[in-house]
């Protein structure tokens, strides 16, 4: 089992930055493969960001390209997601979830779910 704790999400208005993190707690944190996913009121829950277990490979929607950062720090068991430039369409649940086996950016391979942290941007 992997417990997963998101943190830093809040109301912002558009053009600012946020910071999301993700504690981690269980098994070692270095096995997983992590994401962020977020899903909006009435919209399906959608991949924003996956990072590969040692950080080197990433993925990101098309949709946050240039804007937003995923990054980890293993040894902190920790993962990040730097949100910069935001917009009201970024406004949503934002979650962190773990992948243990062949992780693709398809929410479904992924295992462990936080609870999610709400992210609202105004314009």
């Known amino acids: 089992q992997v417990q997963l704790v998101e943190s830093g999400g809040g109301l912002v208005q558009a053009g600012d930055s946020l910071r999301l993190s993700c504690a981690a707690s269980?098994?070692?944190?270095?096995?997983?493969?992590m994401g962020w996913f977020r899903q909006a009121p009435g919209k399906e829950r959608e991949t924003v960001a996956a990072i590969s277990r040692g950080g080197i490979t990433t993925y990101y929607a098309n949709s946050v390209k240039g804007r937003f950062t995923i990054s980890r720090d293993n040894p902190k068991n920790t993962v990040y997601m730097q949100m910069n430039s935001l917009k009201p369409e970024d406004t949503a649940v934002y979650y962190c979830?773990?992948?243990?086996?062949?992780?693709?950016?398809?929410?479904?391979?992924?295992?462990?779910w936080g609870q999610g942290t709400q992210v609202t941007v105004s314009s």
């Open positions: 979830a773990a992948c243990p086996l062949h992780c693709s950016s398809n929410s479904r391979d992924y295992e462990y």
């Open positions: 269980g098994r070692t944190f270095s096995n997983y493969a």
